[in-house]
C-alpha cells in the first residue's frame, strides 16, 4: 500500500528520500519552546539534527535564545546566515580551528567548550586571532564517560585557568547529565560552583543537554539553559525515552519495496548508506508505518533487509512505505536535501546546509 | 605521537579527514586488475567504495572493462565524466528512476540488473524513452538472501520475460556468491545456463562481486567478469578476509584526541558521523595505528570513545592519530572530499564527486 502523498513524492523526487512535516515541526518547536519558558530555562537547540539556518531561524524566532554546534564547520554555516548566539559544545583543538574560530569570533558572539587545559591554551590563540574576548565553559563529566571533567575539583581548577588566560572569559558550566543522573548533575554543579565562587568567579551559564532529557527540564537548581536536539523532528529513541509520540515524528524515510524474492522477506531501497548503521540502541532499524510489524533487519550499503515473517501485512515490489528512524540526526546528516511537506501538500526541498560538517 | 606527515595534514586540512595514499591505490588497482587478467575474467570494479570519477578512470586505464554501481545517481556522475560501460547492480523501478535510466542510456552502453517481473516491465519504460536496447541481468541469489531470484527456475522465467520484452535484451546472470558458497554458485548458474540456452537464449555477461571474493576469482566456470570494489582503499574487514594486508590500506582517517578525563580512556574527533556506526561484523570501530592495542569502544555522533585499558601506550590530548576504519566504503561516503598524499608528499584534495547519491 501506498500513501497518495508517497506516490507522488516517489515520482516527483525519487526513492529513498527524506521527508518533514512542516506542521509538526512546528508544532514540536513550539511546545519544546514552551516547555523551557514553564520552567524558566532558556533554549539553545542542538543543529545537529537538523543542520539547516532555516530551522534554527524558526527556533530562535519562537523563543530559543541561541543555538549549539558541535562542530566548527557547523557553527561557521550558521554564522554566515547571520545567526549571532553560537554555542560549540566541543574541546576544539589545533592551528587550523583556532584560526577559523577566531574568524568565527568577528561573526558572532561565541561560546565553547574545554574540558582540559590542553584545550584552554589553544583557545587563547583564537581569542588573539579575533582581538575579542572569548567565553569559554567548562565540561563536566557527570556519568557519561564521554568529554568532560571528572570531578569538581578539576572544574574548579580549570575554571582558574580559563579566567587566568589572556582573552579567555569563564562562562559557566556545560552537563549532560544522563536520564536517570540529575541527582549527581547536581551534586557535582553545587560543588564546582561554590569552588569558583570562593575564588571570586561566577557562573553565568549552566547549561544542561540532551532531548530525551525534556523530562528531566528544571529539575537542575542553577540551570540556565537546555541545548535540546533531536526534538525537532523526533524519532524511534525519543518515543523509546517517553518524550515525543509516533506523531510527532516530523521526518520520515520513504523508501521503495525492490524485491520480494522471498515469502517471508523483502529488500527497501534504503540501507546503511541512507538510513545508518546507528541502532540507537533499539531493536531493529526503524519502524515502517504501513507495516508495523515488518523489522528492518540490518543493511547492506543500499539494501534495507526486510524480514515479514511476524507481519500479517506484507508490501508488493513497488510500494513506497515511510520509515520512522531510529536515530534522526545521522540519518539526515546522509543527505543534501529533505523534502518538505504540510499535511498532503508538498512544499519544496531544504538544503541541509551543514551536512556533512565533520571538521 | 603524531606523525610529522600527520601534524602537517591537521595544520592544513584540520581533523578528522581521510587520507588516501595514492602510491598504495595504484598498487592496489594494478594487483586486482594484474589477478583478473591470470583468470581470464573481465573487471568491472565497484565505484561505491571511492565515488570517484578519477579512480574510476585510472580502475580503466590499468584494463577494468567498465565500472558497476550501486545507484542510478553514482552513474549519472559516471557517465557525465564520459565513462561509456557501467553496470547498475540493482533492481531500479518507477516513473522518476526510468526517465533518468533512459536518458543515461544516451550517454553510456547501460546495463541494470533485475530480480522480479514488475522491476522488469518497469525497465521497458527506460528503454522506449531512450529508443535505445537496455540490457538487463538476471541477479541470482546464492545464500545471502539479499536481493537475487532464489532459483534457477525463476531465473529461467525472468530471462524469458526480458528476451520478450520490447527494448529489452537479456545479458546473463549476476551472482554475488558467499565467501564460502562458490559451488552452489556453479550449481545455480549451470542450471539457470542451460534452461536459457533450452529456450534460445545464451548468456553473454555472468558478473560475480565482493572484494573478500578475490579469494575465490575464476572459481566459478562460466564467469566473465568480477565487480570488486573495496580493494582500492582496502579496510579492517578486507585484512579479516585475508585479501590484504595492512599496508595495504590506502585510507586513513586522521582524527586529533580532544579528551583524556579518564587514565583508561580518551574521546577522539571522529563519532559516527565520520566513521559511521557500520562494524563489518568486527569487535571495535577501527585500528589506531600508533595504538593498536586501544579500542575504538563506542561512538557519539562527534566522539569516537577510547578504551586505553589494554593498551600500552597512551595518547596524548593534541594528538593526532591515523586510523584504518572497519569498513572504508560507508567512511567515504561520508565525507565530501579526501585528502591525497603520496608516501610523505600533500597532492591536494579529491572530491568525492558521488557521495550521498542515496537516488
Avoid at 568529554?147 to 580549570?158: D, K, Q, R, S, Y
Avoid at 537548581?221 to 524511534?236: C, F, K, L, S
Avoid at 548508506?273 to 508495523?292: A, C, Q, R, V
Wanted: proline share 4%.
Amino acid at each position: 500500500m501506498t500513501t497518495p502523498l508517497a506516490a507522488r513524492i516517489a515520482r516527483e523526487y525519487g526513492t529513498p528520500v527524506a521527508v518533514i512535516d512542516m506542521d509538526k515541526v512546528e508544532r514540536n518547536i513550539a511546545r519544546v519552546q514552551k516547555a523551557c519558558d514553564a520552567v524558566g530555562v532558556a533554549n539553545r537547540p542542538h543543529i545537529k539534527t537538523h543542520k539547516s539556518p532555516m530551522l534554527a531561524k524558526m527556533q530562535i524566532a519562537a523563543g530559543a535564545k541561541g543555538i549549539t554546534c558541535q562542530k566548527l564547520g557547523e557553527a561557521e554555516v550558521m554564522a554566515e546566515a547571520g545567526i549571532d548566539n553560537i554555542l560549540i559544545s566541543y574541546n576544539l583543538i589545533g592551528e587550523e580551528k583556532m584560526a577559523r574560530l577566531g574568524a568565527l569570533q568577528t561573526k558572532a558572539h561565541m561560546t565553547v567548550a574545554a574540558d582540559n587545559p590542553v584545550v584552554v591554551s589553544s583557545l587563547k590563540q583564537a581569542a588573539a586571532a579575533s582581538g575579542r574576548p572569548l567565553s569559554v565553559v567548562v565540561e563536566c563529566d557527570t556519568g557519561r564517560k564521554r568529554a568532560g571533567v571528572e570531578t569538581p575539583t578539576e572544574a574548579i581548577a580549570l575554571a582558574r585557568q580559563i579566567a587566568g588566560s589572556e582573552g579567555l572569559v569563564f562562562a559557566g558550566f556545560m552537563l549532560y547529565p544522563t536520564e536517570t543522573g540529575w541527582a549527581e548533575a547536581q551534586k557535582f554543579h553545587d560543588e564546582a560552583l561554590a569552588g569558583v565562587r570562593a575564588h571570586g568567579l561566577d557562573a553565568t551559564m549552566v547549561s544542561t543537554g540532551g532531548s530525551p532529557n525534556l523530562k528531566n527540564l528544571g529539575k537542575l537548581q542553577g540551570a540556565t539553559e537546555h541545548r535540546p536536539g533531536t526534538y525537532i523532528y523526533n524519532d524511534r529513541m525519543q518515543v523509546a525515552a517517553g518524550v515525543a509520540t509516533w506523531d510527532d515524528c516530523a521526518l520520515n524515510i520513504y523508501s521503495t519495496v525492490v524485491s520480494r524474492a522471498g515469502a517471508d522477506r523483502g529488500i527497501l531501497d534504503a540501507g546503511s548508506k541512507t538510513l545508518t548503521s546507528d541502532t540507537g540502541g533499539l531493536d531493529g532499524h526503524g519502524l515502517i508505518l504501513e507495516h508495523p510489524e515488518a523489522r528492518i533487519a540490518k543493511f547492506a550499503e543500499e539494501h534495507g533487509f526486510l524480514d515479514l515473517a511476524r507481519s500479517n501485512t506484507r508490501p508488493a515490489v513497488g510500494d513506497v512505505v515511510r520509515i520512522v528512524p531510529n536515530h534522526v540526526c545521522v540519518v539526515v546528516n546522509m543527505m543534501d536535501e529533505v523534502v518538505m511537506v504540510r499535511g498532503d501538500e508538498i512544499l519544496g526541498t531544504l538544503k541541509v546546509e551543514a551536512r556533512g560538517k565533520l571538521r
